[in-house]
């Protein structure tokens, strides 16, 4: 498994080895023994996954509060996505900043998204089918979310903001600057220095 770095601190892409002949391949697509030696040594507890039927179609971005805040290990099970994390994390460095990586079935990249980071993304092909892990449970007292459209955020989905596919929760959600926000900075990922960036 290669680990390569983003713009973000913490977010950082997994590409995991795939062993093909002509039936096809096989992927170790997680291994926490494999992942702590890379200096991530996270507890994941539940895999969700969600089928998105429609290309332009936005979930997110959301969060977790303590003490049930989520990291996420998010890959692409069919189809292609944009996927996207946002630092909320008051202090940091790159408080308010965004990264987007895509993540398609074909190419098996993971964006691992730590707690204290909005997480969502995009569908850019029909019928696209995300699976992720969290390192808690789904706690629906703790659940929050920021507008995708957030013009202090400004994220590039990719996509005209009108044309989006939301659910109810998404289209209501409030602006960054209106949370409640409890995550504070406390110091840079000691698995992000040196990293190599993803090209």
């Known amino acids: 498994m290669r680990i390569f770095g983003t713009a973000l601190d913490g977010v950082v892409v997994f590409v ?14 997680w291994s926490r ?41 998010v890959r ?19 408080y308010g900043k965004w990264v987007g990586v895509e993540l398609s079935a074909e190419d098996g990249r993971q964006l691992l998204i730590p707690a204290g980071f ?10 696209t089918e995300v699976i992720y892990k969290c390192s808690d449970y789904y706690a629906p007292d703790c659940d929050g979310a920021v507008r995708f459209d957030d013009p202090g955020i400004g994220v590039d989905w990719g996509i005209a903001p009108g044309d989006a596919v939301l659910s109810d929760k998404d289209r209501a959600a409030p602006l960054l600057r209106d949370l ?11 698995y992000s220095a040196g990293l190599e960036a993803l090209a």
Do not use: C, W
């Not at 909005?118 to 019928?127: I, K, N, S």
């Not at 409640?180 to 000691?190: E, I, T």
């Open 180 to 190: 409640d926000n409890p995550f504070r900075y406390a110091g840079p990922f000691a």
């Open 118 to 127: 909005l997480h969502g993304f995009v569908t850019r092909e029909p019928d």
């Open 16 to 29: 995991p080895r795939r062993f093909g002949d002509a039936r096809g391949y096989f992927s170790e697509t």
């Open 33 to 73: 023994r494999v992942l702590a030696g890379l200096g991530v040594d996270l507890d994941f507890v539940q895999d969700n996954q969600s089928l998105s039927r429609t290309v332009g179609t936005v979930r997110g971005l959301h969060f977790q509060r303590p003490p049930h805040a989520q990291a996420k290990l």
């Open 76 to 94: 692409v099970g069919r189809g292609r996505i944009l996927d996207v994390a946002v630092d909320i994390r008051v202090g940091s460095p790159t």
